[in-house]
């Protein structure tokens, strides 16, 4: 019962939407909503029972049944906000506080000419760029109710594009903060557009400050155009009682080229989905994923790697490191059509388990419908090794200190792939605050 | 420096150690020597704090204290080391971090301030070059994809960075080609002085060679069933361990 007056409580929300934007914005745009809005109604909320949730009960969201967060941006100094983002003076920051834009802090590095990076809403505002061939043509909403809503409901997040043949130097960084005090959703939505030949690299961080429970559900759609490349990191550090569900959907184009890191530090109850669609020739995907968590921390990691022609590769680790009373899932899904002959695809997830009562689940899911392909996968579940654990102890350094490095050690194979240094140096700065026996010798690694 | 009374050590219901004692002086050089399975790395294991043991009886002291009751890290950090006689690769953990941070753990357990990076260098460079190890694996994750020779040789690196007071050193020379022998030994002689005590595991003759104990050990059966000095080993390596079993068997039938 509470799931359906949850539903409605949402379809009332629309309402609201549609009489807000209602003639003030394209009419695509009305019917993508009108459609995401459908979907969701027709899904409703998933429970348990459903194969793809049966690890993730998400009823603390539905039965909250959270209100749009308030229009007024609080809390937020440049100062607090400087703890979140990355050791560069000179790159481009969005901002955005509670859903919504915030151009005081914001930045705008030097760009090459052709450059967007800005807030979606005001790019669909001035309409000078058409976003109907991009947004919302990715992400499904079918069956998929969380991305139903993100897409009904948006009404702010970052626009990245990169035209043709520009190689962006500075890494771009997107941060949504949630600080308000009052439960609240938000429903931030980033779309990413590399065209052929660019490359770039794409932070987004998603950090609660406080200790109140909200709800971030999130979409990012990314499309690599024909040999393009594009480096995508995405990090949690939310709030200790806040929801997180998201999707990120890419779609590569010839010979492209996506590096995906999915880093989970922070939430109570974590839903990811990382979609890839191979969609040419040539086109290559690397999805990284790592998760650290403790106390009651819940991590669900659902990936789909869709490999629609020919000759592609993808690459997949997920890392899990859980502590406490935590749970950590993955499961990974593998799709090779029929034509997408010479598909290599490679999957891998390992999980440390730090204490006894924490939990991982790891479920990989091949559908291979052509013959001649090379997949494999792997997963492991296991503890730190005593005896290594035992070595260096032997060597003098302290019991929990060679927990932490030999825990650290374990991620350390992920944080060497992010290729953005400023990305790289912040998630071992991440990393080493949980961390904190592993930082004592870190000038010489 | 180290007495060891009456240890008995059982593990899985089993009794490995049947009453070991052993004294061991600042500056002395002992050879423990003795069949497979006899017990020489159950004691090293023992002394350096691995806690998958049970002691049954017996005690340990170092310098005046009970070792027994001291966790691995404090027995490092008061100057006992221990090569391992199979040495564990530790992926992503690279020997100067394990290093460093083991011997600034040491370090501040004294008293001391820590190295900083360029100290720290400057020593490793300087104790690799004692031990002739390439400065390339100073940054390799530790043991990773080295050698059975190198990481022997590595475990004595490690001794020559860490200077222990106390060193036990369990078959270091197993698997060692001769070159490689007198790289070692040329090491564990360097770091041999009047306040350093050393207790050295080996199967073979060949390594005393080079390194010449004050003392010999034979254990047998978790037992020493014999001490003497140099000439025991030579004995032993012309005559075998059965010539002690027999003789151990007489001594302790009569
Ligand atoms: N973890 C363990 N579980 C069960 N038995 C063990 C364990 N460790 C050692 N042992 C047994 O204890 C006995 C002594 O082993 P130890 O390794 O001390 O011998 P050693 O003298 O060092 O032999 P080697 O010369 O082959 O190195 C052996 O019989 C061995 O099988
Ligand atoms: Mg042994």
């Known amino acids: 019962m509470k799931t359906m007056d949850s539903k409605t409580h949402y379809l009332q929300q629309f309402k609201d939407v549609e009489a807000r934007t209602r003639g003030a914005e394209g009419s695509w745009l009305s019917k993508l909503r009108r459609r995401a809005i459908e979907d969701f109604s027709e899904a409703g909320f998933p429970t348990t029972r459903l194969e793809a949730w049966k690890y993730t009960n998400v009823e603390p969201i539905v039965a909250s049944r959270f209100k749009p967060a308030a229009e007024t941006a609080n809390g937020l100094s440049p100062e607090r906000l400087s703890a979140f983002t990355l050791g560069t003076g000179s790159g481009s920051l969005l901002t955005f506080v509670n859903g919504r834009f915030s151009k005081k802090l914001s930045r705008l590095g030097p760009l090459p000419a052709g450059v967007r990076v800005e807030s979606l809403a005001a790019a669909l505002g001035n309409g000078s760029l058409d976003l109907e061939p991009h947004l919302g043509r990715h992400v499904e909403t079918s069956g998929h109710p969380f991305a139903a809503l993100n897409t009904a409901f948006m009404d702010d997040g970052a626009l990245v594009f990169i035209p043709a043949g520009v190689d962006l130097q500075e890494p771009i960084q997107i941060v949504f903060a949630t600080t308000q005090a009052e439960p609240a959703v938000t429903y931030p939505r980033v779309l990413i557009v590399g065209e052929k030949n660019s490359r770039a690299s794409i932070v987004e961080s998603y950090v609660g400050l406080g200790d109140q429970a909200y709800f971030t559900n999130a979409v990012t759609e990314i499309v690599v155009q024909d040999n393009a490349t594009l480096e995508h990191c995405r990090m949690l550090e939310e709030g200790s009682r806040s929801y997180h569900i998201s999707t990120v959907q890419s779609h590569l184009s010839r010979d492209s080229n996506l590096v995906s890191h999915n880093y989970a530090f922070g939430g109570s109850l974590i839903r990811n989905h990382v979609n890839s669609v191979l969609d040419a020739e040539g086109a290559e995907s690397t999805l990284f994923g790592l998760y650290v968590i403790a106390d009651r921390q819940h991590v669900d990691n659902h990936t789909r790697i869709d490999h629609a022609k020919p000759h592609c590769s993808s690459r997949e680790i997920y890392t899990g490191i859980l502590d406490d009373q935590s749970r950590g899932i993955f499961n990974g899904r593998v799709i090779v059509r029929p034509d997408a002959q010479k598909t290599d695809a490679k999957q891998t997830n390992r999980n440390l388990l730090l204490s006894k009562e924490a939990l991982a689940d790891t479920n990989p899911e091949l559908e291979i419908y052509a013959d001649d392909v090379k997949c494999t996968h792997g997963a492991t579940i296991g503890q730190l090794d005593e005896e290594a654990l035992f070595y260096l102890r032997a060597r003098g350094i302290s019991q929990k200190a060679a927990r932490d490095i030999l825990t650290y050690a374990f991620a350390g194979e992920l944080v060497d792939e992010v290729k953005t240094e400023p990305a790289r140096k912040y998630v071992e700065k991440l990393l080493r605050a949980r961390l904190p026996g592993a930082s004592e010798t870190t000038v010489l690694l | 420096m180290l007495e060891i009374k009456n240890l008995r050590v059982r593990i899985a ?85 394990m290093l460093k941070a083991g011997l600034n753990a040491a370090r501040k357990h004294r008293g001391q301030e820590e190295l900083d990076a360029m100290d720290f260098l400057k020593l490793v460079k300087e104790r690799a070059k004692l031990v002739e190890i390439d400065e390339s694996f100073l940054n390799r994750s530790v043991n990773e994809g080295f050698s059975g020779g190198e990481k022997k040789r590595n475990e004595i690196f490690q001794m020559a960075v860490l200077e222990p007071k106390l060193a036990v050193l369990d078959e270091t020379d197993s698997g060692l080609d001769i070159d490689a022998l007198k790289i070692v030994a040329k090491g564990v002689n360097a770091l041999r002085n009047k306040d350093r005590a050393i207790i050295i595991i080996t199967h073979y003759q060949r390594l005393l060679n080079y390194i010449v104990p004050d003392y010999v050990h034979v254990l047998v059966d978790g037992r020493i069933v014999r001490s003497g000095d140099k000439d025991l080993a030579v004995e032993l390596e012309a005559k075998g361990y059965n010539w002690i079993e027999s003789g151990a068997a007489a001594a302790s039938g009569s």
């Not at chain 2, 009453?19 to 023992?46: D, Q, R, W, Y």
């Not at chain 2, 350096?48 to 310098?63: K, L």
């Not at chain 2, 005046?64 to 009751?69: A, D, H, I, M, Y």
């Open chain 2, 13 to 97: 219901g089993k009794e490995i150690l049947r009453g070991i004692n052993l004294k061991v002086k600042a500056g002395e050089l002992h050879a423990i020597m003795g069949p497979n399975g006899s017990g020489k790395s159950t004691l090293a294991l023992i002394l350096a704090g691995h806690d998958s043991y049970e002691i049954t009886a017996g005690e340990v002291h170092y310098q005046g204290k009970n070792l027994l009751e001291m966790a691995p890290e404090e027995r490092a950090c008061e100057g006992l080391f221990m090569a391992f006689q199979y040495p564990i690769e530790i992926p992503g953990v690279t020997n100067l971090y």
